[in-house]
């Protein structure tokens, strides 16, 4: 993604998926020195369990607040266009933690924040062209963790996603949990998740409506992959991502496609500084798209970002789209 945005959600309760309920803390066994995580396809060893650990990106701040670690953690990175934080899960963990950067990461914020991990995705935080990568970190000593959703295919394809995107927040909350010692909590994490979107799949209309999710761009959309979030979220929701064959996470495609594989539903993802109401007004206007049945029919559904990328929010979203794409599918039913 290119800028980030969160937004505010609701829930509240005890575990409640993807509505940033704190977990209570209990009794865990007692920590190992080192531990040893498979992250990207590669083993990495941990001699310390973290103390300072900095941030970038909603989902991956929110990651660690669901696990109740904003105590382990030094600081997290955040444009301040993602709304206020007042109503958003896991409040508690933005006031209390630092707020060190209101851009992307950079290894001086990771070097005046005293890290001792910093957790960071391709394209949500690390990137080649600015030297903000594991391995420039690692030569200052600072140990990296890398969200799931983000690895790369291989060290040769910069393409990204290596594992269905609900497997991926899955491995990072187990990772976590055993990196910080909190297994407990992330299992049950992951078992709540897991029973929500359950909940919805089983309500899926028998015909799946096509989605195609529409994250910014006017001369070629930039949208979800296999490997990124929406496309779990649309599938497990009822729908079928209409760009589900594309190997790679994010990533940019044409209109020509959209138009010829005709959604009965767009997503947008709303951040920064072009609104969700504008967005749909450009893609209710877009001559191109006149044809296509969901700006025929005006069905535009809108997430926020924050649901849209790997984050403890998404079996809410998930549920959230559920209910809309059921009443597209009783609709056309009707018709």
Partial sequence: MRKLLAAALCLAGTVTAGCGATVEPSPQKAVPSAVTLTNCGQKVTYKTVPQRVVTNDV?????????????????????????????????????????????????????????DLVFAGWNYGFREDSGFTPDALKKLGIPSYILTESCHNSRTDTSRGIMPPLDALYTDLTNLGKLFGVEKRAATLIADFKKQVAAVHSKAPAKSPKVFLYDSGQDSPFTSGRYAAPDQIISEAGGTNVMHDVNDSWTTVGWETVVQRDPDVIVICDYGDVTAEQKKKFLLSYAPLRNVSAVKHHRIFVLDYVDLVESPRNPSAIARLGAYLRTVATAKEAN
């Avoid at 929110?62 to 997290?76: D, H, P, S, V």
């Avoid at 896991?90 to 992307?104: A, E, F, T």
């Fill in 59 to 115: 989902g991956i701040t929110e990651l660690m607040f669901a696990l109740g670690l904003e105590n382990r953690m030094a600081g997290f990175a955040m444009p301040d266009d993602k709304g206020g934080l007042t109503n958003v899960p896991w409040k508690d963990g933005y006031q209390k933690v630092k707020w060190l950067s209101k851009d992307q990461l950079t290894k001086e914020n990771a070097l005046d924040a005293r890290a």
